[in-house]
């Protein structure tokens, strides 16, 4: 029998057939492979950018009359050609659908990062994203008020420039008409009022007022009701507090305002200002004037003089206000005028009583002189200008006779607040002999015993209880 064939290894042929379209070779996961998207973020410039609907029917609108033109232009059966021709596009060559499957099944993972990067471009193109409005107006509102601190900059500079130019300027010398017309143009603005006033619109201009038909009654504004304030202890404010400060003292104030000549330097910022206070007292008695320099800026006291003040008043008054004027303070100082005032006319009328009283024991008065005296009396009991004037600086008295000298002293001293306090004392000078037979020191507790009437009965009484003790009658 013949052997059957023998079994024919099965080799692969060296001419490899073509692969089936649905296999796909390998290749790179989609996380770890560069993207376009991936690229595009790093390098705009790698995707064309897309033009918007509205761009491309701009460019069709100019297209349009370029080929109006080159119509009317060409003959007709160049025209006829151009019609027949049909517009052709851009066609990508015909791909199997096991092709088409492939390509869609890579493209597939990076569709959603291009479709992020379209969004991106969309948004780049229109423009910038909304803007929150809150924001944008507290930006408008910072940008105001940064104006208005601009302007109002200008404004105090200025001011500083023309404050300085007036205290270099000689009290003679006037300012030109321009430089003046300036000036008050710039008061004008900062002060926030008008220059001219408003006219009102004359009826000739009114067209309405030659129709024939009644004038339109016009309702009544409603009155606006004032609010009334909040209850507070602040201090009120006042248009004219001056009548009110001079309400519980006798004194009355007046100040004239000025700049001070050649005191403040070119380069300093500070404004000063200086005041002069005239202080005049009942019957102009008391009188004094005082010169302030203060600091407009900070409403600071800067230096303080006392010009003026009465004679009488020196020794006393005088010495305490200088000390104050050196430490700039005001407050005490003029505390100081209105209580010695006070205590000064009451020391003089003490002294007018005690003339009156005692005038046989003056020891430069004579019998005629305390007849007049008398007289005077008995005609008027109010102090008149004359005698005021003559004690009012008056600090001692003496009484005497043949045998027994009795000096009375009253000075006024200030306290820390400027408060006028009286020191009143006696001294008694009697002979050697009547001090040898006193063997109780009667003589030495004179004053002590003044001081102790003087608690309880007052000045005058206790005057009169020591002469009619130490005087015979």
């Known amino acids: 029998m013949d052997e059957p064939p023998r079994k024919r290894r099965k080799t692969s042929s060296p001419v490899r057939p073509p692969s089936s379209p649905l296999r796909k070779p390998p290749r790179r996961p989609s996380f770890a492979s560069p993207t376009k998207a991936s690229l595009a973020r790093n390098y705009p410039t790698l995707l064309p950018t897309r033009t918007s609907p509205r761009q491309d029917i701009r460019a069709k609108g100019q297209q349009a009359p370029e080929l109006f033109v080159d119509g009317a232009n060409s003959s007709p059966e160049d025209v006829e050609e151009s019609s027949k021709r049909l517009p052709r596009a851009f066609s990508a060559p015909r791909r199997s659908p096991l092709a088409e499957a492939s390509s869609v099944q890579q493209n597939q993972p990076s569709r959603p990062a291009e479709e992020a990067l379209d969004t991106e471009g969309q948004k780049k193109g229109t423009g910038k994203p909304p803007l929150d409005p809150v924001l944008e107006n507290k930006k408008q509102e910072r940008a105001r008020l940064q104006r208005e601190v601009e302007e109002l900059e200008a404004h105090v500079s200025r001011c500083t420039k023309e404050i300085q130019a007036e205290q270099k300027r000689e009290a003679n010398v006037d300012l030109p008409h321009a430089q003046r017309a300036d000036l008050i143009k710039f008061i004008v603005r900062v002060a926030g009022e008008d220059a001219q006033e408003e006219r009102p619109t004359p009826v000739s201009s009114l067209l309405c007022s030659f129709l024939p038909f009644s004038a339109l009654t016009i309702p009544p504004t409603k009155q606006s009701r004032p609010e009334k304030p909040i209850a507070s202890h602040q201090p009120v404010e006042l248009k004219d507090p001056l009548p009110y400060l001079e309400m519980f003292t006798s004194f009355s104030l007046s100040t ?218």
Not at 276 to 290: A, E, N, R, V, Y
Not at 319 to 338: H, V
Request: neutral net charge; proline residues 3%; aromatic residues 8%.
């Open 256 to 473: 004239q305002p000025e700049l001070p000549k050649n005191k403040l330097l070119s380069s300093s910022s500070r404004v000063h200002q200086k005041h002069t206070i005239d202080i005049s007292g009942p019957q102009k008695l008391l009188t004094t004037q005082l010169v302030i320099t203060i600091d407009c800026l900070s409403n600071e006291l800067v230096d303080m003089h006392v010009i003026r003040l009465p004679s009488w008043a020196e020794r006393e008054l005088g010495t305490f206000m200088r000390a104050k004027a050196k430490e700039r303070d005001l407050g005490n100082a003029c505390w100081a005028i209105d209580s010695f005032w006070d205590i000064a006319t009451k020391r003089a009328q003490y002294w007018h009583r005690c003339e009156k009283a005692f005038a046989r024991l003056h020891p430069q008065r004579t019998i005629a002189d305390t007849d007049d005296t008398a007289a005077a009396a008995t005609e008027s009991s109010i102090l008149s200008r004359k005698d005021l004037s003559r004690h009012l600086g008056r600090d001692t008295l003496f009484l005497q006779d043949k045998h027994v000298l009795l000096k009375i002293n009253w000075c006024i001293l200030f306290d820390l607040t400027g408060e006028a306090e009286s020191n009143v004392k006696v001294e008694c000078a009697v002979p050697a002999v009547w001090k040898e037979a006193d063997a109780s020191g009667t003589f030495d507790k004179v004053p002590e015993t003044f001081d102790l009437l003087c608690q309880t009965k007052g000045v005058f009484e206790a005057t009169r209880i020591m002469v009619a003790l130490l005087f015979s009658q």
